[in-house]
């Protein structure tokens, strides 16, 4: 009998890989005959390193070179943080499953503070994440806010160096890169609302692949799942890209989602809000009722400001 085979397109950074590997664990816990390969590759995202994401304001900036090898055949699969990837993709693909969440809140870390509230007038916080970086002057308008790019530990030696006093992180990548001690305390989604699709790792693959689509639908979670398509759906009908100042979190509790969000202008000066439940089923009824919710408050201004910014 042939081989079963399975390659996996992925990023170079540590935690692109470590969620490759992590996949491919679990694919091969559950075909032990499957073999896995990874693939990895350089995207346009880990190149250019000095601009803010936004300025360079390319839609999928991550995910594009990945997304052709699955389309030349170079790869089956692709493995993504579902923050980074896109609402549209190219004909011929699709987002086959979404994984369980690993916690979806952002992370305070600092080598002499404990949390957001010690920090010393006039400290200096590293992030480039706009929407971290509204909600951060909302609640501390006194604090200055700096760029901050490049994987999880080029960012953690910038704050190691001295060059900040407390940076922001998704929680989820230094617990999956065995960071968790660096955690200095979690801030509570109350404080600053996740992206969309935080802490969830998804997988891209041919939508015509049977074979590749039936060895991934163990691995989806049906909770994640729910509360992700509702969070997408709500930044899609914004329009908004992954770097926009917009937090979207849903949870699911009994058989009912609880959908928050929010579009900041990025000086703290204003921030909307609007929240809202609904059944499971209509998890993406529900992601664009609350961004219609948005709107009606004046987002399209803010995110209109942003984008001409
Ligand atoms: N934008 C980069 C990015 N994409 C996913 C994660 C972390 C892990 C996750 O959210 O799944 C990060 C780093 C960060 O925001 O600190």
């Not at 397109?9 to 896995?36: C, G, H, M």
């Not at 346009?44 to 390319?58: E, F, H, M, N, S």
């Not at 090898?69 to 004909?91: C, Q, R, T, W």
Request: charge should be neutral.
């Amino acid at each position: 009998m042939r081989q079963e085979k399975l390659k996996i397109a992925t990023r170079q950074s540590p935690l692109a890989l470590w969620q490759a590997n992590f996949v491919k664990d679990r694919l091969t816990e559950i075909y032990p005959d499957l073999t896995v390969e990874l693939v990895p590759m350089i995207t346009k995202g880990d190149v250019i390193l000095d601009t803010p994401l936004a300025k360079i304001g390319g839609k999928g900036l991550f995910v594009k070179e990945l997304e052709n090898a699955l389309l030349n055949g170079e790869a089956d699969i692709a493995v993504h943080s579902m923050k980074d990837v896109p609402m549209a993709f190219p004909a011929g693909l699709g987002l086959s499953v979404i994984c369980k969440r690993e916690d979806p809140r952002d992370a305070f870390v600092s080598n002499r503070y404990r949390s957001l509230h010690e920090l010393p007038p006039g400290a200096i916080v590293g992030t480039s994440s706009l929407r971290r970086q509204c909600q951060l002057k909302t609640l501390r308008p006194d604090l200055k806010v700096q760029s901050l790019r490049g994987n999880v530990g080029t960012r953690l030696s910038k704050l190691d160096k001295g060059d900040y006093d407390a940076v922001i992180l998704a929680s989820a990548g230094l617990i999956r890169l065995g960071m968790r001690e660096r955690i200095a305390s979690f801030i509570e989604t109350e404080i600053s609302l996740p992206a969309a699709g935080q802490g969830a790792v998804g997988i891209e693959c041919r939508t015509g692949d049977e074979r590749v689509q039936k060895l991934l639908a163990p691995l989806a979670d049906a909770e994640t799942t729910a509360c992700v398509l509702a969070e997408r759906a709500m930044n899609n009908r914004l329009q908004g890209g992954c770097q926009v100042p917009i937090g979207g979190y849903a949870v699911l509790n009994g058989d009912e989602l609880h959908l928050r969000a929010l579009v900041g202008a990025l000086d703290g000066s204003k921030i909307i809000r609007a929240e809202g439940k609904s059944a499971v089923k209509n998890a993406e009824v529900l992601g664009v009722r609350i961004a219609e919710q948005l709107l009606a408050q004046g987002a399209d201004k803010i995110l209109a400001d942003v984008y001409n910014d």
